[in-house]
């Protein structure tokens, strides 16, 4: 099974003998977990950041899963009310807070493709686990709630920015070869 959670969306499939055998995408990627974020800090601390702002926070403090030690970040933006500069500073346990009901859809989409994928599939899904792929998979502990939360094994892909790209090509290169 592959999960490619990109910029847009998030793809899952169920992959058997080359071919796709169950499929589900929701369009609940980075982009929804940056604005995630975005309306948590208005909604919470009063201030009105933009989408690069949104991204370092996901990036450096971001995680979907509880670790023992909490991170922070001072966040800059503009105070809702007055609209002059504001700070506050963010843990990593509110981040995952502002992200949580996207992460749940995600996972909820695996669920599903789970639940549409043949048993004999199934049952092999189990014994070889899910393979995460794409930005998403850079989330710190993602792959860790996936397998918690779906008791699968779950692996975060070698150079997950580069394995849509890398497999595109090798598949056009496969059928480059069969003619």
């Known amino acids: ?3 490619d959670s990109g910029i847009g969306s998030c793809e899952v499939a169920g992959i058997s003998l080359g071919g796709i055998v169950s499929s589900k995408a929701v369009r609940i990627a980075g982009d929804a977990l940056d604005a995630s974020i975005i309306n948590y800090v208005k909604k919470e601390h009063g201030i009105n950041i933009g989408d690069r702002m949104a991204e370092e926070i996901k990036i450096t403090i971001g995680n979907a899963y509880p670790t023992d ?23 990593s346990s509110e981040v995952r807070e502002a992200m949580s009901e996207n992460i749940e859809q995600m996972i909820e989409a695996i669920k599903q493709t789970l639940e549409n994928t043949p048993p004999e599939l199934a049952a092999d899904i189990i014994e070889t686990g899910i393979y995460i792929s794409g930005g998403g998979a850079l989330i710190k502990g993602l792959d860790r709630l996936i397998g918690t939360t779906l008791k699968i094994p779950v692996y ?5 920015m580069d394995c849509v790209v890398r497999g595109t090509g090798a598949y056009l290169e496969a059928i480059n070869r069969r003619r």
Not at 156 to 160: D, F, G, L, W
């Open 69 to 91: 030690t909490e991170s922070s970040m001072d966040v800059r933006g503009r105070d809702v009310s007055t609209g002059l500069p504001k700070q506050c500073t963010m843990t």
């Open 1 to 3: 099974m592959s999960v």
């Open 156 to 160: 975060i892909a070698e150079n997950p």
